[in-house]
């Protein structure tokens, strides 16, 4: 069976079409058959100013218009299309979406900050890992921050922060915003077992695959320092040309370090795995498990 999920973040809009088949236990295993990333970066309107651009909107339409052909070429019958941070606070966001509807057929649905932290749980990814510690999901985007805590053997908390590397860029994340999450952190995760973090979004994908580390194998908390530094040093165009980034990631790379360092600290985590799941993959199981509750899975 394949599936396709539409991820409309602050930064990018992503398509992520896999192909879902069952080992020989009857478990489902989840193959990509293709992801595509548009750089829509809806962010840089919408936490200025409050709503959609008109050129935003007309990039927004034309991407749907163009996944949604991709997904019918790959003879996808079940699509979930969801958007978080940017759309959730554009006072436009509601005309876009129904003339995307109307255009393309796919229905965009908004999802709140602790349901976009529950998706990228839905990799369970700390559950195959062992006992010994607790991990703290932190997944970065352009306008939020979601952090999920899993201990002993259990998931203790999910919530959602309004601090992203857009809104770091545009000096919209104040002390008493950092304060909050640090707070939060220290009084939710003190008592449980030592902490180990599991990192996802395009960011720090990146830092692991400059890092050249195999795959599995965790970063470090000062490497992570060590690179802030290093590529906070450059200009713009430095950092496209000396690590081979695109100009969307460049800019937005060293705010989002600032943050995973900051929330590793915050919780005394000394390492974090990237997996290299984000939320079109949280999205994908949640539909298969959704489909399958229904029983259309087949």
């Known amino acids: 069976m394949r599936l396709a999920a539409i991820d409309i973040g602050s930064n990018a809009a992503r398509l992520?079409?896999?192909?879902?088949?069952?080992?020989?236990?009857?478990k489902p295993q989840f193959n990509k058959l293709n992801l595509v990333r548009v750089p829509l970066r809806l962010g840089f309107d919408v936490f200025e100013r409050g709503e959609i651009s008109k050129e935003k909107r007309g990039m927004v339409l034309q991407t749907m218009k163009a996944y949604g052909h991709l997904i019918n070429a790959y003879g996808v019958?079940?699509?979930?299309?969801?958007?978080?941070?940017?759309?959730r606070d554009a006072r436009n966001s509601n005309d876009l979406i129904r003339k995307v509807k109307l255009e393309t057929g796919l229905e965009i649905m908004i999802i709140s900050g602790d349901f976009e932290a529950s998706l990228i749980y839905e990799n369970h990814v700390a559950e195959n890992m062992d006992t010994d510690h607790s991990y703290m999901y932190i997944d970065v985007g352009g306008g939020s921050t979601e952090l999920t805590f899993f201990a002993d053997g259990k998931l203790i908390f999910q919530q959602s922060f309004n601090i992203g590397t857009i809104r770091l860029l545009k000096d919209m994340v104040n002390d008493i915003k950092w304060n909050e999450v640090k707070d939060f952190i220290k009084v939710k995760t003190k008592g449980y077992k030592k902490i180990v973090a599991i990192g996802t979004g395009g960011n720090i994908n990146k830092v692991f695959s400059l890092s050249k580390k195999k795959d599995g194998k965790p970063l470090s908390l000062d490497l992570l320092r060590d690179y802030y530094k290093e590529?906070?040093?450059?200009?713009?165009?430095?950092?496209?040309?000396?690590?081979?980034?695109?100009e969307d990631r460049a800019d937005v790379i060293v705010p989002a370090l600032q943050i995973y360092i900051n929330v590793m600290r915050w919780s005394d985590a000394d390492e974090i795995y990237v997996p290299k799941i984000g939320l079109a993959d949280g999205?994908?199981?949640?539909?298969?498990?959704?489909?399958l509750a229904k029983g259309l899975s087949s």
Not at 16 to 26: K, P
Not at 237 to 244: C, L, S, V, W
Not at 283 to 291: G, P, T
């Open 231 to 246: 590529i906070a040093g450059f200009s713009l165009t430095d950092r496209i040309n000396i690590y081979k980034l695109r």
């Open 77 to 87: 019958k079940h699509v979930i299309t969801c958007a978080t941070s940017a759309m």
């Open 283 to 291: 999205l994908i199981q949640h539909l298969y498990y959704d489909l």
């Open 16 to 26: 992520l079409i896999a192909e879902v088949t069952q080992d020989n236990e009857g």
